[in-house]
């Protein structure tokens, strides 16, 4: 197709939503997702996501290969861009005045997102959208401001892990053409990914032989080794814990690789054992910590008993869960909070760390209603650090600061000046996330100041507690109305894997008692979110795509020929869509 040929279907999409079959499929399709998604056509604001990491394997990896790329292509208005796999753009080089320009006014610069999400279809968000190497030339653009320039993306792979790890990107004016770029762009990606084999490599080996070197000297203790595709457990560990156990137990590491050997982490496995990870001097894998070695200690030799009493004595006003797991953590918090112990509750997103802070501080100080301060507090630093002040100079304060790993380092900064010299005065909490780096601000300035650091288990590591957490939930939504899950429908949430935890489960649950108020859900009342087992956690557009499928399956009372044809696919994509969905209907 023609450039003019090209705006004009691209326009028609627009305005009719009628979609030209002499338009690419890998454009055609990107445009689909763009609609979906609700990216706007005539205005450009990609966001400011964050200030890209420098010191990372991709960049130490990629920046030769750029800077001779860049060398080559100095007389040439092209511009060499690298991004994270979430789109983010870590470097931009150009020795064009006048495209650099033009990028700055499209946000095209180090820490804005150029993903689908945000800018729509684009060399870079959609050749990360379909891991595979995407030329976007003119009106193929979904945003008009892009059309006057030609993108070639190619997806940077990690050749040992097979993760998607970044994008790089070559861009320049429409009028020069495209084909060039894609075969550079290529090439260079081949350069990146050869020189991230050979970190791997080194830094494998080192890690093997550091985890070897440990396993001798220290024959009876845990060990634990992780790495980019590297999982080394002792026979120790293996024997102590049963599978379910050491599953959590990596995943607990894996978010730990931050921590230097001056920390440690403690927490509990799913059969209420209690461990305590942390790092050896044997081994240092970097600036990003990317890879490390633990030493894994069994703080006790069997688990929890799961009698009524031992329920009963850790039961928090408000908190549903019965799982040994998770009433370890609330014993700890119960216990510090009880005997007035500064105490940071670490956890994903959603899992309830602020609840249960707040509901031990209600359990064990009836008279003192603990004051929260949120990040959004924080927006107005002067006003938020006041009203902290004036609660640290109360009698017997209680605080509970949420989310501190959200926080500027000026914010973290003054609030450790405010804490300071008052740890005997009061009581404080605060959360923080799973994967919260500890040679930050938070883990130099803040978490010195608490005593204890406890973590919560994502819901995914305790479903047996949906059985619990349904029915309060329940209550809760539909303000005490007869309102109970089927059991085929309790199964069917017992089966997905709650990626957005507890918070996710009452955003499903208040979606069903929107719909219906009484009586009992069945499973083809529940949201299409829960009624698809996906193997991995869901991008927004395949969440997008499998909602899309649920309900014309609905729609078209399950007949998949219906559904395909009211979707504008085929019957074989549409297939494959629910097997790779996991949808159950």
């Known amino acids: 197709m023609t450039t003019k040929d090209t705006h004009e279907a691209r326009e028609r999409f627009l305005t009719e939503h009628d979609l030209d079959h002499s338009v690419r499929e890998s454009i055609s399709m990107s445009w689909r997702r763009s609609e979906l998604l609700k990216v706007r056509a005539d205005r450009l604001d990609p966001p400011f996501v964050r200030e890209p990491n420098l010191d990372s394997p991709l960049v130490s990896a990629a920046a030769p290969v750029l800077q001779q790329l860049a060398d080559g292509l100095a007389d040439e208005p092209v511009g060499v861009i690298l991004t994270s796999a979430d789109g983010v753009v870590l470097t931009r080089i150009s020795t064009s005045n006048r495209l650099n320009r033009a990028l700055d006014n499209v946000q095209l610069a180090p820490g804005y997102s150029y993903s689908e999400e945000f800018a729509g ?58 084909p060039l770029l894609a075969t550079l762009a290529k090439s260079a990606t081949n350069q990146i990914e050869g020189r991230l084999l050979e970190q791997s490599s080194a830094a494998q080996t080192a890690l093997l032989n550091a985890y070897l070197r440990v396993c001798r000297r220290l024959p009876q203790a845990g060990v634990l080794a992780l790495g980019d595709d590297v999982v080394l457990m002792n026979q120790r560990l293996r024997r102590a814990l049963d599978t379910q156990d050491q599953a959590a137990l990596l995943e607990y590491a894996v978010d730990s690789t931050h921590l230097t050997a001056a920390h440690s982490l403690v927490t509990v496995l799913p059969s209420g054992r209690t461990v305590r990870l942390s790092c050896t001097d044997d081994f240092s894998s970097g600036p990003r910590g990317e890879a490390a070695l633990f030493h894994v200690h069994l703080l006790d030799t069997s688990a929890v008993p799961s009698s009524p009493v031992r329920r009963n004595a850790i039961a928090l006003p408000g908190i549903a869960g019965t799982s040994s797991s998770w009433r370890r953590s609330c014993e700890q918090i119960a216990r510090c909070v009880r005997e007035r112990q500064w105490v940071v509750v670490s956890g994903e997103q959603g899992t309830g760390r602020c609840a249960t802070l707040k509901a031990a501080a209600e359990q064990y100080d009836p008279n003192s209603q603990p004051r929260i301060f949120t990040t959004k507090d924080f927006r107005n630093r002067s006003a938020a650090l006041a009203a902290l002040e004036h609660e640290l100079d109360q009698e017997h304060f209680s605080i509970i600061i949420r989310d501190l790993d959200l926080l500027t380092e000026p914010q973290l900064t003054a609030i450790a000046e405010l804490l300071q010299g008052r740890e005997h005065a009061g009581w404080a909490g605060a959360t923080i996330g799973s994967n919260t780096d500890h040679d930050t601000t938070v883990g130099a300035l803040i978490l010195p100041l608490f005593g204890q650091t406890v973590s919560v288990p994502a819901l995914r590591h305790r479903i047996e507690d949906l059985h619990d957490l349904v029915p309060l939930l329940l209550r809760q939504l539909s303000r005490g109305d007869e309102l109970s899950l089927s059991p085929p429908a309790m199964r069917q949430l017992c089966k997905y894997n709650w990626p957005g935890n507890v918070e996710q489960l009452r955003q499903i649950l208040h979606e069903v008692v929107q719909r219906q108020r009484s009586g009992i859900v069945a499973v083809d009342q529940l949201p299409p979110t829960c009624r698809a087992l996906s193997r991995h956690t869901l991008t927004q557009i395949e969440a997008l795509e499998r909602d899309a499928i649920v309900r014309s399956l609905e729609e078209n009372h399950r007949n998949k020929k219906a559904a395909a044809t009211a979707l504008g696919i085929s019957r074989a994509t549409i297939y494959r869509k629910i097997n790779e969905f996991g949808i159950d209907l």
């Open 121 to 178: 279809t684009n060399g870079i968000g959609t050749a990360l959208e379909t891991r595979k190497p995407t030329l976007v030339t003119g009106p193929e653009h979904y945003a008009d401001c892009l059309e006057h320039l030609a993108c070639a993306g190619v997806p940077i792979i990690h050749p040992i892990s097979g993760t998607l790890v970044g994008a790089l990107d070559l861009t320049g004016w429409v009028e020069d053409g495209g």
